[in-house]
Nanobody, 117 residues
Framework: VQLQASGGGLVQAGGSLRLSCVAS????????MAWYRQAPGDRRELVAT?????????EYAESVKGRFAITRDNAANTVYLQMNNLRPEDTAVYYC??????????WGQGTLVTVSS
Protein backbone atom coordinates (compact mmCIF):
# COMPACT_ATOMS: atom_id res chain seq x y z
CA VAL A 1 0.00 0.00 0.00
CA GLN A 2 1.23 3.49 -0.86
CA LEU A 3 -0.24 6.81 0.22
CA GLN A 4 1.18 9.78 -1.68
CA ALA A 5 0.09 13.14 -0.28
CA SER A 6 0.87 16.40 -2.06
CA GLY A 7 -0.21 20.02 -2.34
CA GLY A 8 1.21 21.50 0.84
CA GLY A 9 3.18 24.70 0.99
CA LEU A 10 3.60 28.07 2.63
CA VAL A 11 0.55 30.31 2.72
CA GLN A 12 -0.48 33.42 4.58
CA ALA A 13 -3.26 33.34 7.16
CA GLY A 14 -6.60 33.53 5.39
CA GLY A 15 -5.28 31.76 2.33
CA SER A 16 -6.24 28.44 0.77
CA LEU A 17 -4.59 25.19 -0.24
CA ARG A 18 -5.85 21.99 -1.83
CA LEU A 19 -4.22 18.76 -0.77
CA SER A 20 -4.36 15.55 -2.80
CA CYS A 21 -3.57 11.99 -1.84
CA VAL A 22 -3.32 9.07 -4.21
CA ALA A 23 -3.75 5.66 -2.62
CA SER A 24 -2.50 2.52 -4.33
CA UNK A 25 -2.54 -1.12 -3.34
CA UNK A 26 -5.74 -1.07 -1.32
CA UNK A 27 -9.44 -1.40 -2.17
CA UNK A 28 -9.98 2.35 -2.17
CA UNK A 29 -13.66 2.34 -3.04
CA UNK A 30 -14.65 0.31 0.03
CA UNK A 31 -12.44 2.12 2.56
CA UNK A 32 -13.35 5.16 4.59
CA MET A 33 -10.61 7.71 3.91
CA ALA A 34 -9.40 10.50 6.14
CA TRP A 35 -6.92 13.31 6.50
CA TYR A 36 -4.83 13.54 9.64
CA ARG A 37 -2.27 16.11 10.74
CA GLN A 38 0.62 16.34 13.14
CA ALA A 39 2.03 19.63 14.36
CA PRO A 40 5.54 19.79 15.83
CA GLY A 41 5.54 18.35 19.33
CA ASP A 42 1.91 17.25 19.09
CA ARG A 43 0.17 13.95 18.56
CA ARG A 44 -1.31 13.10 15.21
CA GLU A 45 -4.97 14.12 15.03
CA LEU A 46 -7.89 13.29 12.81
CA VAL A 47 -8.97 16.25 10.70
CA ALA A 48 -11.62 15.04 8.25
CA THR A 49 -13.22 11.83 7.03
CA UNK A 50 -15.12 10.89 3.90
CA UNK A 51 -16.96 7.61 4.26
CA UNK A 52 -17.26 4.99 1.58
CA UNK A 53 -20.61 4.33 0.00
CA UNK A 54 -22.87 6.27 -2.27
CA UNK A 55 -23.62 9.19 0.04
CA UNK A 56 -19.92 9.86 0.82
CA UNK A 57 -20.84 11.32 4.18
CA UNK A 58 -18.19 13.58 5.68
CA GLU A 59 -17.08 14.35 9.21
CA TYR A 60 -14.79 17.09 10.52
CA ALA A 61 -12.87 18.04 13.61
CA GLU A 62 -14.46 21.02 15.33
CA SER A 63 -11.37 23.12 14.68
CA VAL A 64 -11.77 22.90 10.88
CA LYS A 65 -15.55 22.80 10.43
CA GLY A 66 -16.73 25.34 7.92
CA ARG A 67 -13.21 25.90 6.57
CA PHE A 68 -12.09 22.51 5.23
CA ALA A 69 -13.83 20.19 2.77
CA ILE A 70 -12.89 16.58 2.09
CA THR A 71 -13.86 14.82 -1.12
CA ARG A 72 -12.93 11.61 -2.89
CA ASP A 73 -12.64 10.38 -6.46
CA ASN A 74 -12.95 6.61 -6.43
CA ALA A 75 -12.07 6.31 -10.11
CA ALA A 76 -8.73 7.99 -9.43
CA ASN A 77 -8.10 6.44 -5.99
CA THR A 78 -7.65 9.98 -4.72
CA VAL A 79 -8.85 11.90 -1.69
CA TYR A 80 -8.72 15.70 -1.52
CA LEU A 81 -8.74 18.28 1.23
CA GLN A 82 -9.73 21.82 0.32
CA MET A 83 -8.52 24.13 3.06
CA ASN A 84 -9.83 27.69 3.20
CA ASN A 85 -9.33 30.54 5.63
CA LEU A 86 -6.17 28.91 6.93
CA ARG A 87 -4.85 29.83 10.36
CA PRO A 88 -1.35 29.59 11.84
CA GLU A 89 -2.60 26.78 14.10
CA ASP A 90 -3.29 24.71 10.97
CA THR A 91 0.47 24.42 10.45
CA ALA A 92 1.32 20.71 10.43
CA VAL A 93 2.30 17.76 8.30
CA TYR A 94 -0.87 16.42 6.71
CA TYR A 95 -1.34 12.75 5.95
CA CYS A 96 -4.09 10.74 4.38
CA UNK A 97 -4.95 7.24 5.51
CA UNK A 98 -7.85 4.90 5.98
CA UNK A 99 -10.18 5.21 8.92
CA UNK A 100 -9.71 3.22 10.99
CA UNK A 101 -5.96 3.07 10.50
CA UNK A 102 -4.49 -0.37 9.89
CA UNK A 103 -1.03 -1.12 11.26
CA UNK A 104 0.20 -2.58 7.98
CA UNK A 105 -0.39 0.66 6.09
CA UNK A 106 2.58 3.02 6.12
CA TRP A 107 1.71 6.67 6.68
CA GLY A 108 4.02 7.92 3.95
CA GLN A 109 5.80 11.27 4.00
CA GLY A 110 2.76 13.45 4.28
CA THR A 111 2.75 17.01 2.99
CA LEU A 112 3.81 20.05 5.01
CA VAL A 113 1.43 22.98 5.38
CA THR A 114 2.84 26.14 6.89
CA VAL A 115 0.57 29.09 7.61
CA SER A 116 2.21 32.39 8.40
CA SER A 117 0.52 35.09 10.45
Amino acid sequence: VQLQASGGGLVQAGGSLRLSCVASGLPFRTNHMAWYRQAPGDRRELVATVFSGGTRTTEYAESVKGRFAITRDNAANTVYLQMNNLRPEDTAVYYCNTRPVYEWIDWGQGTLVTVSS
